[in-house]
């Protein structure tokens, strides 16, 4: 078994092969990993932080944080999730910075922090460039017998991945896994996050 990386419109994408022995003497692609943002939904990755991040200190402006302080703390915990040793899933790993700079408690602001990815989250769609050939790819994968999984980084929660998702247009079922911050414990650029997917699945011979 091994891997490759391919690059064009839908970089990143990586791809997991599996030798097959007949007289072509051909690999098999069995396997395909896809990022999201940037890849499966085109944007400026910078210009999308950029806007989305506004809308969420709005939120917490109730809680007495200020923008620049929310968006600070903000970028520490995705920090933690980046460093996450495998102890915690990369929610726990973010809440638990949040707590110990902002003050506030997770109890408090947790459920106001999902329902701004549901709602004025997707606000920030107007930063992307959803492209009609994402779907097709997919689809097209899955036609030829291949599995997709959307390795997207895990440092969002399920909430404001699905909603990306769908301003991408692309099918939440088509794929094996999608990874949330809720069930992940390691962040790209880290091997250990594209071990513990591939661990998941069975494909533990695949070398990275």
């Given at each position: 078994?091994?891997?490759?990386?391919?690059?064009?419109?839908?970089?990143?994408?990586?791809?997991?092969?599996?030798?097959?022995?007949?007289?072509?003497?051909?690999?098999?692609i069995k396997h395909v990993l896809f990022d999201l943002d940037g890849t499966l939904l085109p944007m400026d990755q910078?210009?999308?932080?950029k806007y989305y991040m506004p809308l969420l200190a709005k939120r917490f402006v109730k809680y007495g944080m200020e923008?620049?302080?929310?968006?600070?703390?903000?970028?520490?915990?995705?920090?933690?999730?980046?460093?996450?040793?495998?102890?915690?899933?990369?929610?726990?790993?973010?809440?638990?910075?949040?707590?110990?700079?902002?003050?506030?408690?997770?109890?408090?602001?947790?459920?106001?922090?999902?329902?701004?990815?549901?709602?004025?989250?997707?606000?920030?769609?107007?930063?992307?460039?959803?492209?009609?050939?994402?779907?097709?790819?997919?689809?097209?994968?899955?036609?030829?017998?291949?599995?997709?999984?959307?390795?997207?980084?895990?440092?969002?929660?399920?909430?404001?991945?699905?909603?990306?998702?769908?301003?991408?247009?692309?099918?939440?079922?088509?794929?094996?896994?999608?990874?949330t911050y809720e069930t992940y414990h390691y962040c790209k650029p880290n091997p250990k996050y594209f071990q513990e997917?591939?661990?998941?699945?069975?494909?533990?011979?695949?070398?990275?």
């Open positions: 078994m091994g891997q490759k990386r391919l690059t064009g419109d839908f970089a990143p994408v990586t791809v997991i092969s599996e030798n097959r022995k007949d007289d072509r003497k051909r690999n098999m910078n210009e999308f932080v923008p620049k302080a929310l968006i600070g703390t903000i970028w520490k915990g995705v920090e933690a999730m980046v460093l996450n040793d495998g102890s915690m899933t990369n929610e726990d790993a973010f809440w638990k910075c949040f707590e110990e700079i902002s003050g506030l408690s997770r109890a408090e602001v947790e459920q106001d922090t999902l329902d701004f990815y549901a709602n004025e989250f997707n606000e920030a769609i107007a930063s992307t460039k959803p492209n009609p050939r994402a779907d097709q790819v997919v689809k097209l994968l899955k036609e030829h017998g291949v599995k997709v999984y959307l390795a997207t980084n895990p440092i969002f929660p399920r909430v404001g991945t699905m909603n990306r998702i769908r301003w991408a247009g692309i099918d939440a079922e088509d794929f094996e896994v999608i990874t997917v591939m661990e998941e699945f069975g494909l533990k011979n695949a070398s990275w």
